[in-house]
């Protein structure tokens, strides 16, 4: 007699267990994000409220009223011109002072380089403005009158102590006023030069008088009165040590140099000289 084959039971998932554990999931989720939006608007609230009752405190307080507005400055620009061009009136509230934007309305005035401002409780705002020093005078066309240029190459007018600064030429544009900036390859280097010579003290030995930007690769300066002197895009600091070096020299040998090439990376500069002149032949 064969025996009968048992067959195996089948075993069926119940599927309600995995379902609830997914809701269960889904609510917990929903509750989470539910109580950080509720914190989120709590402390935007608190926030708000806290701006609120410091504006009530401060901007409103007729105790910060402004009464001294104390400017000062280290150049032409007089207190009173800036007062004006601030537009800040004696009386406003201290704290009702935007700062980002008086400064920005300052600094739009050609003569100023920068602006520091603080309050001093209860009633007083400090202002002080540094002005920019013109470097040279800068011949923008041929048919311009000369305007004078910071170290940074924004335009200024012109003054009477700045026609003795050295004169920038070779530009040709079409139009040019105060507040504008000259952003030139051949100005920067004129402007590098000659703040590399200030910062190295130099002027006893090395005085220019103009520059030449008219070429791309390198600019041409007169310097002492009758010596031209090459200089390249480059390196204004390094090149004016070896300008010093060479002049030095040259006077030490007793010879007047008539041009130095220094675009040349090599140890040897290229110097041309002024003929010697023979003394007189002594009476017999």
Sequence with gaps: ???????????????????TAKKMVVRRGFVILLLAATALALLFG??????????????????????????????????????????????????????????RKLEEVPLVESVTIDRKLPDTLNINVIERVAMAQIRWNTRGLPFLVDRYG?????????????????????????????EKPGISQCLELLAAA?????????????????????????????????????????KLIRLVSVLQLSNEQGRRVRTIDLTPDGRNVPVTFYDLVPAPAPAK
Excluded: W
Excluded at 1 to 19: D, E, F, L
Excluded at 201 to 213: H, K, N, P
């Design 198 to 238: 200030d910062q190295l003290s130099l002027g006893s030995q090395v005085a220019f008088g103009s520059f030449d930007i008219r070429y791309p690769d390198f600019v041409t300066a007169i310097v002492n009165n009758d010596t031209t002197v090459r200089f390249p895009q480059h390196s204004a600091r390094e």
């Design 1 to 19: 007699m064969v025996a009968r084959r048992r067959t195996p039971p089948k075993i069926y998932y119940s599927k309600t267990k995995s379902k």
């Design 46 to 103: 608190i926030f708000a409220g806290l701006k609120y009752t410091g504006s009530l405190f401060l901007s409103r307080n007729p105790k910060f009223e402004l009464k001294v507005i104390n400017i000062t400055t280290d150049g032409r620009l007089l207190p009173e011109q800036l007062r004006e061009y601030a537009g800040l009136q004696i009386g406003a509230n201290l704290f009702s002072v935007d700062f980002d934007k008086l400064r």
């Design 154 to 182: 924004v335009v200024l007018p012109m003054t009477r102590s700045g026609q003795a600064l050295p004169l920038i030429e070779g530009l040709n544009l079409k139009s040019l006023r105060p507040g504008d900036r000259v």
